[in-house]
């Protein structure tokens, strides 16, 4: 048995604010974590929802109070919020345990929640929701280690962000980037994606872990277009801002890859990899703005309509075969609002003009020179044919240099008159 000043040594102590409330709801005992969160004084002739200041925030613990003892509730209990008379809020978990003898009395117990709150809070916006709750509600979050899992993996990108952000400073850069994860983390979100990490620009996102997610290759398809169409309103806020529009390639695989904790037991991260990861980072180099390409992994599983736009094969680095991918436009009713890529109006009157030009691979420009024209540019300056000095592959990237400046390209087609050409950046000065 515990005996009555062992008990009184725990009530004393403890960190949780304990009451004995009457029938009436008067406070007949309160320990010191009580009186210093209801700001008591040693007189403690009070009804309980009397000690909590009136105000709106407040509504709903008053009212738990009232409600438990009027209506003579045998238990109950509730998350609420108490603001106290400083304005600091406070997250509580109230339990109220109803004691009938000879006469009815209340033992109230409130834990409170707020630094577990904020620890969740920061969590969640460090990591994603799921992460989060995958590292504080399972065995598995707690431990290093990982799983196979059948998943699908997007992986986008903006195009010329590395020449915009020499030309905005620091907190210019931040506003633009923090705008446009604004928007799209709100659709990844909305389909159920995982967030993994953001890459410079680029966002890496899993759908289907570490939640089950039956149905994620339609749901990374279906978010992919509603990103690209979130684009427009990300430009119109960038034009009333005074910053260049941005525009974003997509790339989406399905395979299986090995998510979990990777780390030290110091420091981990929630992560995902395979050789499935590597193809849809591969994937998305192939696009340029505006384009959602998707690998036949991901197709197969879809039952949906698909709006396909066009399709093609590439072959990925280690692999033995091609592996075909197709261009997006819409899935079901959902539809990419300005998948105009394959519309080129072309300005009638062209005035070719002299560049060198270097190939890229891996990203990397190639010491050697190639020399070519421009022929003709579209209405929109987004396309253009150019007639190189030696042959071109489709994807292949390349940086277009003259007087002005230097700008990247892609290669998209080829026409009678030479290879089409979508430019994916911004112009740089060349360095003297």
């Known amino acids: 048995m515990i005996s009555p000043d062992q008990a009184q040594y725990f009530f004393t102590n403890t960190e949780d604010s304990i009451c004995i409330i009457s029938a009436s709801g008067e406070v007949l005992y309160a320990n010191p974590s009580a009186e210093k969160l209801f700001e008591l004084s040693s007189d403690k002739n009070i009804r309980i929802w009397k000690a909590v200041p009136f105000i709106e925030g407040n509504d709903d613990l008053i009212q738990l109070f009232i409600d438990t003892v ?146 994620h290759p339609v749901m990374a398809v279906k978010c992919a277009v509603e990103m690209q169409n979130a684009m427009k309103e990300v430009n119109e806020w960038n034009k009333e ?16 890859v090995v998510v979990g904790n990777i780390g030290s037991e110091k420091k981990m991260k929630y992560g995902c990899m395979g050789s499935a990861v590597n193809i849809t980072g591969r994937l998305e180099t192939l696009t340029i703005g505006g384009q959602i390409f998707i690998t036949e992994n991901t197709r197969k599983l879809i039952k949906d309509e698909l709006l396909i736009k066009s399709e093609s094969s590439f072959l990925p680095k280690g692999s033995p075969e091609a592996l075909k991918y197709y261009e997006i436009d819409g899935i079901g009713d959902l539809t990419f609002e300005d998948g105009s890529n394959g519309n080129i109006v072309w300005n009638e009157h062209a005035d070719p003009s002299e560049y060198l030009f270097y190939v890229l691979e891996d990203k990397k420009v190639q010491v050697i020179k190639h020399s070519g024209k421009i022929l003709k540019k579209s209405q929109n300056e987004k396309f253009a044919v150019l007639l190189p000095d030696i042959g071109l592959k489709e994807k292949q990237n390349i940086m277009l240099c003259n007087d002005d400046g230097c700008i990247y390209a892609k290669v998209i087609g080829k026409t009678e008159e030479g290879f089409i050409i979508c430019f994916t950046s911004i112009r740089q000065k060349i360095s003297d």
């Open 70 to 215: 009027s209506n003579r509730v045998a238990s109950h209990e509730a998350i609420v919020d108490y603001w106290n008379n400083r304005g600091e809020v406070h997250n509580l978990h109230v339990r109220m345990t109803c004691y009938e003898n000879e006469e009815t009395v209340y033992l109230v117990v409130i834990t409170n929640l707020t630094q577990l709150f904020k620890v969740n809070s920061a969590l969640v916006r460090y990591t994603s929701p799921d992460i989060a709750d995958y590292a504080l509600t399972t065995a598995e979050g707690q431990k290093s280690g990982g799983m196979k899992k059948n998943v699908t993996i997007m992986m986008s990108d903006l195009r010329g962000f590395t020449a915009l952000s020499a030309k905005l400073d620091a907190e210019e850069l931040i506003n633009v980037l923090n705008h446009y994860f604004e928007a799209m983390v709100s659709a990844i979100q909305k389909y159920n994606g995982t967030v993994i990490e953001f890459l410079g620009d680029g966002i890496f996102v899993v759908f289907g872990a570490p939640k089950d997610l039956s149905d």
């Open 241 to 256: 801002n005074g910053y260049p529009e941005l525009e974003m390639g997509i790339g989406i695989n399905t395979g299986s």
